[in-house]
């Protein structure tokens, strides 16, 4: 059926399949021994939407850092992505 197909844009007479809201962008979400990140795994996110990672050590444990997309910054207990506009990663360190 018509109703089933993805947007398409047609532009300068070329004909593409739009990206906007029908395939979400993956932020992957990972964090080492000590603790946990949820959500976790590979979450889908919408183009232009936003998603929140909460960062909880285990008992004992703290957080030591969190990477973003290979860039280390401080220890966060939590991140927001804002305006999702491509893959990110986020992966929580613990001491």
């Given at each position: ?44 996110v ?39 506009t ?10």
């Amino acid at each position: 059926a018509a109703g089933d197909l993805p947007p398409v844009a047609v532009t300068n007479g070329l004909v593409r399949a739009s990206a906007s809201s029908t395939t979400p962008h993956i932020i992957r979400a990972v964090s080492g021994p000590g603790g946990s990140i949820f959500p976790s795994g590979d979450v889908p996110v919408l183009n232009g939407e936003s998603m929140a990672f909460i960062i909880e050590p285990d008992e004992g444990h703290t957080v030591s850092y969190l990477v973003i997309d290979g860039i280390q910054t401080g220890p966060m207990s939590e991140y927001l992505f804002i305006d999702v506009t491509m893959d990110h990663t986020i992966v929580a360190g613990f001491a």
